[in-house]
């Protein structure tokens, strides 16, 4: 685990999608550190650079230099992305539009047959995966905030897509995480070998709600692919627990995916002032949000004084200044071979890409990389032809794909 923080620690303000501006002092947690902290607002979109200039500039990592290539422009606030066996790669824009990139051009007309949104502060349209039958049943699986009486929760709804765009939509599950706020929606998807779906649920920021098993805020939840519940879960007979809730106590998990070794499911956690993590999800497990954490609230006070309880899940790792994660690969693409096995997340906050190589569960090596582009990345994924693809947080961003040099 790590120790002291370091005073140029910088978390993202979930419900604004900013950078705190003020500056704060370090709390108990940290007593040998009694410094301001200047955290800086950086709400606005960087330039993006234009295609020659990426493609032709060289980055540096210590196992692999590698170039950057612009793949499309244009997208605004995208969210996440799904590679179809052609070839062509749908996206996901908050505001409530899924795109296509095809012929590697985006297409100018959004898809239609997507679910209406309360889009606003961190909802809108959200993640989005593949049946793992898709070349056989087209299935299409969607997370977004959904509105009612001026509420918002999160929504699983999916659609088969007929190469022009998706139809026979449906609904599959809505969670138990109604609130006012716009924040915390939490909305990665993954399906394991067996084809259950798993879903992350934000708190909805109200952190004391994580640890309230009666709804689905601070959880992960598992379905079948239909969205009903699966009758092995672990709290089903359970009369105060939500029966679709897998783990829980998490804040608001914006990276998950299976590891395609192991098939242990693998998260980023957003904490709040650090205590950024990342966890191996177990069933049943509780990751301990509030009660334990790493991280302080926004104005330098402490959350919790505990950092571990018996019967509460420790993170593998965990970040004094915080990344603010979303997206997460394990890259087994083989292009880019040095970094085979190891994990890719993208940084909101930290505005570049985490590098992390674990022997099990234990840490060996970890590096950010792409500093230098300033771009909060939302998400990272392993493309079908062995390459990276990030998707670039902005009103006029890029989908940006990592190729070894050579290429």
Not at 75 to 101: K, Q
Not at 194 to 211: F, H, K, P, S
Request: with cysteine; proline share 5%.
């Amino acid at each position: 685990m790590q120790g002291a923080l370091n005073v140029r620690s910088v978390a993202e303000t979930r419900h604004s999608g900013c950078r705190p501006s003020r500056l704060r002092s370090i709390s108990s947690r940290h007593p040998t550190l009694l410094i301001p902290v200047l955290l800086v607002l950086g709400c606005s979109a960087d330039p993006i650079a234009d295609d020659e200039q990426d493609t032709d500039e060289v980055h540096e990592s210590r196992l692999l230099d590698f170039r950057v290539v612009t793949v499309v422009e244009g997208l605004e606030h995208p969210w996440g992305m799904a590679f179809l066996p052609g070839g062509e790669i749908l996206v996901t824009e908050r505001p409530g539009r899924l795109r296509l990139v095809r012929d590697g051009s985006l297409v100018d007309e959004p898809l239609s047959g997507v679910p209406d949104v309360g889009a606003g502060g961190q909802g809108g349209l959200l993640d989005i995966a593949l049946h793992p039958d898709f070349e056989s049943n087209r299935w299409v699986y969607l997370t977004y905030s959904r509105s009612e009486s001026g509420e918002r929760t999160t929504a699983i709804a999916r659609g088969r897509y007929d190469g022009e765009r998706l139809t026979e939509l449906e609904e599959i599950y809505e969670a138990e995480a109604w609130g006012d706020g716009d924040r915390h929606f939490g909305s990665r998807i993954a399906f394991d070998v067996a084809g259950y779906l798993y879903v992350t649920i934000g708190e909805r920021g109200e952190m004391e709600e994580a640890q309230n098993r009666a709804n689905d805020q601070g959880a992960v939840l598992r379905l079948n692919d239909d969205g009903s519940i699966p009758v092995d879960n672990p709290f089903i007979g359970d009369g105060n627990a939500r029966g679709a809730i897998w783990a829980y106590g998490v804040r608001n998990i914006q990276a998950l995916a299976f590891h395609p070794e192991t098939g242990e499911l693998w998260a980023g956690e957003h904490g709040p002032l650090g205590g950024d993590e990342i966890n191996v999800i177990e069933e049943g497990g509780n990751y301990g949000w509030p009660e334990v954490t790493y991280g302080l609230n926004y104005d330098g006070s402490v959350i919790s004084e505990l950092t571990e309880r018996d019967g509460m899940v420790q993170p593998v790792h965990h970040w004094d200044e915080s990344p603010a994660l979303s997206g997460l690969t394990i890259y087994t693409g083989g292009e880019l071979g040095p970094w085979s096995g190891q994990l890719f997340a993208g940084g909101l906050a930290g505005r570049h890409l985490v590098r992390l190589d674990f022997d099990g569960h234990e840490l060996r090596d970890s590096e950010t990389l792409l500093e230098d582009l300033e771009h909060r990345i939302r998400d990272v994924r392993t493309g079908p032809d062995g390459f990276l693809y990030l998707l670039i947080d902005s009103s006029d961003a890029p989908m940006l794909r990592l190729e070894p040099l050579g290429r």
